[in-house]
T-cell receptor, first 112, second 113 residues
Framework: EPEVTQTPSHQVTQMGQEVILRCVPI?????FYWYRQILGQKVEFLVS????????KSEIFDDQFSVERPDGSNFTLKIRSTKLEDSAMYFC??????????FGPGTRLTVT | QQQVKQSPQSLIVQKGGISIINCAYE??????FPWYQQFPGKGPALLIA?????SEKKEGRFTISFNKSAKQFSLHIMDSQPGDSATYFC????????????FGGGTRLMVKP
């Protein structure tokens, strides 16, 4: 069964450093998403991406964040200058033209 | 207006019992209501979902009940099993170009053997 994959599973970085989180969505999907989940809290929407551009973004997704689909398979989230409060699980999700969004296993980002 | 409120925060059920988790939403434009199951250290897994044109959807032991006038929906897990112990999130979305999911706060379910 096709699934969303994410790398790395755990990323430790120092405050102020740039990080890139990588995702490979399900191959025939058209819509791509990033969500985050701070430990013990609910899942929060960051950004949606369709047709090579951002379609929606939340207040969390400020100028420090960017997304890219550099080739036909990868979807990346870049945080330019990480802060302590960026520590969270980051989930990539994808969907086809139907409603169902499928999530990857997540990347745990720890900012020290 | 985009909030989804979920209750209870935690739930303990005996094996074989019925687990019931409730959600309420504010935005009447929402048109898709999924439930996700999340095990520790894993991503949310789509469990079951409903559109507002039906009042109930059943898949195996899992049933969603939907009350459009009350703006509420609930997940019922029949014959709950220890393997169902997980965190459950309700969510809602609009089927537009973005289709972002707005999640409830989550319910930590423990099913005792």
């Amino acid at each position: 069964e096709p699934e969303v994959t994410q790398t790395p599973s755990h990323q430790v970085t120092q405050m102020g450093q740039e990080v890139i989180l990588r995702c490979v969505p399900i191959s025939n999907h058209l819509y791509f998403y990033w969500y985050r989940q701070i430990l013990g809290q609910k899942v929060e929407f960051l950004v949606s991406f369709y047709n090579n551009e951002i379609s929606e973004k939340s207040e969390i997704f400020d100028d420090q964040f960017s997304v890219e689909r550099p080739d036909g398979s990868n979807f990346t989230l870049k945080i330019r200058s990480t802060k302590l409060e960026d520590s969270a699980m980051y989930f990539c999700a994808s969907k086809s033209a139907s409603y169902e969004q499928y999530f990857g296993p997540g990347t745990r980002l720890t900012v020290t | 207006q985009q909030q989804v409120k979920q209750s209870p925060q935690s739930l303990i059920v005996q094996k074989g019992g019925i687990s019931i988790i409730n959600c309420a939403y504010e935005n009447t434009a929402f048109d898709y209501f999924p439930w996700y199951q999340q095990f520790p250290g894993k991503g949310p897994a789509l469990l079951i979902a409903i559109r507002p044109d039906v009042s109930e959807k059943k898949e195996g032991r899992f049933t969603i009940s939907f009350n459009k006038s009350a703006k509420q929906f609930s997940l019922h897990i029949m014959d709950s099993q220890p393997g169902d112990s997980a965190t459950y999130f309700c969510a809602a979305s609009l089927h537009n170009a973005g289709n972002m999911l707005t999640f409830g706060g989550g319910t930590r379910l423990m099913v005792k053997p």
